[in-house]
């Protein structure tokens, strides 16, 4: 317990502006993708527990799903990431995640599993949705919260500053992030 | 007829009137089931946790979620903010959060309207978020409580109300909080009026968002006051133009709340 309190302290680190940690892991599929794959590319991470109502708030709405489409429609990359540990909320097998990922409306690149957490905490994920924008040069452009509303409600969604959407916009339009880092919201990863 | 009613209210009182909802119970009760026409009424609601879960306090921590309220009330009727006792903290999984376990009654003060009469319901909306080192499961309740209008005794919660509303931190006239920003954090500077004491008292913050939220921040005697530095949050962007902490145990006579305003 001690030397994954160690581990959270090293890896929250990161910081805007940081090079986004590399890695390598399985999607639902089996198959082996990673960071590097993406190279050049603007490249989403979002931390999941689809158990969790502050995912709910954003699955359920269709909130997620949306955000996923339009941008994978610009080229973006989107990374789901689940590091649930295996017995805890969120964790699934890969082929029941696959089924799981197409009932939500899951409309990621990829969703890759991570149980053992190691890809979480090397980037210092603490909560689900906790949602990172790397960019072409693989820099961290924004991490944190998806939104302000940090709440469980659907309902407040409408009125919400989406970080992301406004950190993917600026990018895409060539100009600087402003808001490059948020207070996450949400569960606690199920390390 | 009376008799109906009156059995039918002691049924009401033996069912335990709770809501149960994912890993809590939801109950709203009254220090007195009497209320007079513009005089401030106590009444709190009760959340019970299932064992092994924890709710939230104003400030979560990390993760987690406050308790909401939606009041229901008469027309006229006005209801003061829900109080929060002093809070304990704990570890959920990695992350370190504020709130309760077991049992929490939340303080509230309604005031009944001028021309208030007869029997009224008061009802809430109550949303809340229970997590365990596993997972989180949120809660739903719509609670609600009958008053009759007349003086009554105090009720069968009356005595629970009181001890929550004891463990309520309360400004205190004299009481000064000051924050400054260090390298990477915020120190605290506290003084208190008379002999009062912080020895040994851990100061909570109120303000979600500003301080890491890992360790406890306790204070040192500092000549009059007492002095402790907390590093600002991770997400923190700037240092905070404003900050409420409370202030318990340790030599303090009740909780204390405290507020800080830069350039105030």
């Keep these: ?191 | 007829m009376r008799s109906t009613i009156l059995a039918s209210m002691a049924l009401a009182g033996l069912a335990g009137a709770g809501v149960k909802s994912g890993h809590a119970e939801a109950e709203l009760v009254a220090a007195s089931a009497g209320y007079t026409a513009g005089k401030p009424v106590e009444l709190a609601i009760r959340l019970r946790m299932d064992e092994g879960w924890h709710s939230y306090w104003v400030n979560p921590g990390e993760g987690g979620m406050p308790l909401s309220v939606e009041w229901q009330l008469p027309e006229g009727w006005v209801a003061g903010p829900v109080l929060h006792p002093v809070p304990i903290r704990f570890m959920t999984g990695e992350l370190p959060g504020f709130g309760y376990e077991g049992e929490v009654l939340l303080p509230v003060f309604l005031t009944p309207a001028a021309d208030a009469a007869g029997a009224v319901t008061i009802g809430a909306q109550l949303d809340w978020l229970t997590c365990d080192d596993e997972a989180c499961v949120p809660g739903s309740a719509e609670v609600s409580i009958e008053l009759r209008q007349g003086v009554e005794g105090p009720g069968k919660d009356a005595a629970a109300i009181r001890d929550a509303l004891a463990a309520v931190p309360q400004p205190l006239e004299g009481a000064k909080l000051e924050l400054a920003e260090v390298d990477g954090g915020l120190s605290f500077r506290v003084e208190l009026p008379g002999e009062a004491s912080a020895e040994g008292a851990e100061l909570f913050p109120a303000t979600p968002g500003v301080v890491d939220h890992s360790k406890p921040i306790r204070l040192s005697r500092d000549g009059k006051g007492w002095v402790g530095t907390v590093p600002l949050n991770e997400y923190a962007s700037d240092a905070p133009e404003q900050f409420e902490a409370v202030l318990a145990g340790g030599e303090l006579e009740k909780p204390l709340l405290l507020k800080w305003r830069r350039g105030g």
């Design chain 1, 1 to 191: 317990m001690a030397a994954a309190v160690v581990g959270m302290a090293t890896a929250s680190a990161i910081e805007p502006g940081d090079e986004a940690p590399g890695f390598t892991l399985k999607n639902t599929k089996g198959e082996e993708v990673s960071l590097s794959d993406y190279e050049g590319k603007l490249v989403v991470l979002e931390w999941f527990n689809y158990d969790c109502p502050f995912v709910k708030k954003h699955y359920h709405s269709g909130n997620l799903p949306k955000l996923q489409e339009t941008y994978t429609g610009k080229d973006v990359v989107w990374l789901s990431i689940n590091s649930s540990a295996e017995g805890k909320q969120g964790h699934l097998p890969a082929s029941e995640m696959a089924a799981r990922c197409a009932k939500e409306g899951n409309k990621a690149s990829a969703v890759l599993l991570d149980p053992s957490g190691k890809v979480g905490k090397s980037y210092g994920a603490k909560t689900t949705p906790h949602l990172y924008v790397i960019t072409t040069e693989g820099k961290i452009a924004y991490m944190g919260g998806i939104d302000d509303k940090k709440d469980a409600n659907p309902e407040s969604i409408a009125g919400a500053t989406n970080y992301v959407a406004a950190a993917l916009d600026s990018l895409l339009a060539g100009e600087e992030v402003e808001v490059k880092q948020a207070q996450p919201y949400g569960c606690g990863v199920k390390y």
